[in-house]
């Protein structure tokens, strides 16, 4: 068994603490937000606003739906375009529940911003969301954002000035204009919390159910996710049966999505691929490219199933979700296009329910270790691999579940474009 680490440059591991700090908040900051906190958990729900924008980083907007959804916030996501599908980072395209002129007469218990650029700057040239934001402050209500909006729009509105922040790294210059700059993963600090980038927007989003519904909420939220317990210099795949995977210029890889299908994993996959430049086909396996994903997360596919199926991939990977991996396991054209793959001695892989609920009862596992979501592993065959948080064996490659998502990604992308390209998409995420 050949394990393979993925391991940064120490300047870059310097600047990231082992703990994320949300849990490491001064004395002064936790006692402010712990009355904030209370005064929340004693009203009759707690409504979020996400705003989104044309250039929104999706992986930082949909982690934070997601993650909030899954706590049992009500959380509106808006449009500050005319329409309200937007045009994400990476080719991805979201379907927000309402426009941002809609939302203002909502009193929210927290704004939460996503990054991304130039994302990030349409937020803060929409005069009305720029309102809404300044009215939450100025209330004493939590506002949030993560990579270049805590800088790009936060900074520049003013409500920042005496805080500490943090943002992505590029913009720390910009942000130390309008606020004390700090390194940390989350900074909490009054009623403003920051985050640095797409790979620290779970802890982001945990800390954000914590100030929202409190500790014992954010654990039981946050068990599920298998997030990483440590932010160290490294990460481990077990691979098995070593083979070296090739393609032609370019990876082309085909990821299904459907109804039910879990959001954080399909658009981390697609993500994190597309930053690789692999040519990445999202297809849905309904009648329609709108999908309707497990935590009602409306994004679009780039084309319907039976047309994307008349290509020829290097790769097909299953995301998970409990709802889109039963739609995957009784689509007869998904079961022919891996049982082709297979048989044509290509890559496939999954994540979560899928290795369980797809791969697994149609034949697809056979001789193969694997893992899946730890409530599916005790589906799986042969379960001496179920802990590992990735497994590469030969040309399959399986996975747990959101927390895991990043490292199943850059997993692809170290075994199609080698160590250097994975490391170095790794570091501009904040993976590592």
């Known amino acids: ?44 729900s707690r409504k979020v606003l996400v705003p989104i924008a044309n250039g929104t980083e999706p992986m930082e907007a949909v982690i934070t739906i997601d993650v909030l959804r899954r706590a049992g916030a009500d959380v509106t996501v808006a449009s500050v375009e005319k329409e309200l599908r937007i045009d994400a980072c990476h080719g991805v395209k979201i379907v927000a529940d309402a426009l941002i002129s809609d939302c203002v007469d909502t009193v929210f218990d927290l704004v939460s911003l996503p990054g991304g650029m130039p994302g990030a700057t349409n937020l803060r040239d929409n005069n009305t969301l720029q309102n809404i934001v300044k009215k939450q402050a100025s209330e004493g209500r939590l506002y949030a954002a993560v990579c270049a909006s805590p800088a790009v729009a936060l900074g520049s509105w003013g409500l920042l000035k005496g805080l500490k922040a943090t943002c992505y790294p590029a913009f720390m210059e910009q942000l130390s204009s309008s606020a004390t700059t700090v390194e940390s993963r989350v900074q909490l600090d009054g009623h403003a919390i920051t985050s640095r980038g797409p790979g620290t927007t779970m802890e982001y989003s945990v800390a954000l159910v914590e100030q929202l519904f409190g500790k014992e909420k954010a654990d039981e939220v946050s068990g599920p996710l298998l997030m990483r317990t440590k932010h160290d210099d490294q990460f481990i795949v077990t691979e098995l049966n070593k083979v070296q995977w090739t393609c032609g210029s370019e990876p082309k890889i085909l990821v299904p999505v459907a109804d039910g299908s879990e959001e954080m994993e399909a658009i981390i996959i697609i993500d994190v691929l597309r930053r690789a430049k692999a040519n990445v086909v999202v297809a849905s396996v309904g009648d329609k490219l709108e999908i309707l994903a497990s935590r009602k997360v409306k994004f679009v596919a780039d084309m319907l199933l039976d ?95 959101p927390g895991t998502t990043f490292e199943f990604s850059l997993a692809i992308v170290e075994k199609f474009l080698g160590h250097e390209k994975a490391l170095e998409i790794a570091k501009a995420m904040l993976v590592v």
Request: hydrophobic share 40%.
């Open 307 to 401: 047309e994307a199926a008349k290509q020829s991939y290097d790769l097909i990977v299953l995301p998970g979700g409990l709802g889109g991996a039963q739609a995957f396991a009784n689509s007869e054209t998904i079961v022919n296009l891996l049982k082709k793959q297979s048989e044509s001695d290509r890559y496939y892989g999954a994540i979560c329910a899928s290795p369980a609920l797809v791969l697994e009862p149609h034949g697809l596992l056979k001789g193969k270790k694997a893992t899946a979501f730890p409530a599916m592993c005790e589906k799986l065959s042969d379960r001496s691999e179920a802990e590992s948080r990735v497994v590469v064996d030969g040309k399959l490659i399986t996975s747990r579940g």
């Open 1 to 44: 068994m050949a394990l393979r680490h993925l391991t940064p440059l120490s300047p870059f591991t310097n600047l990231t603490p082992r703990i994320p700090s949300f849990s490491l908040l001064s004395a002064t900051t936790s006692r402010r937000n712990n009355r904030f906190s209370l005064s929340v958990m004693a009203s009759a």
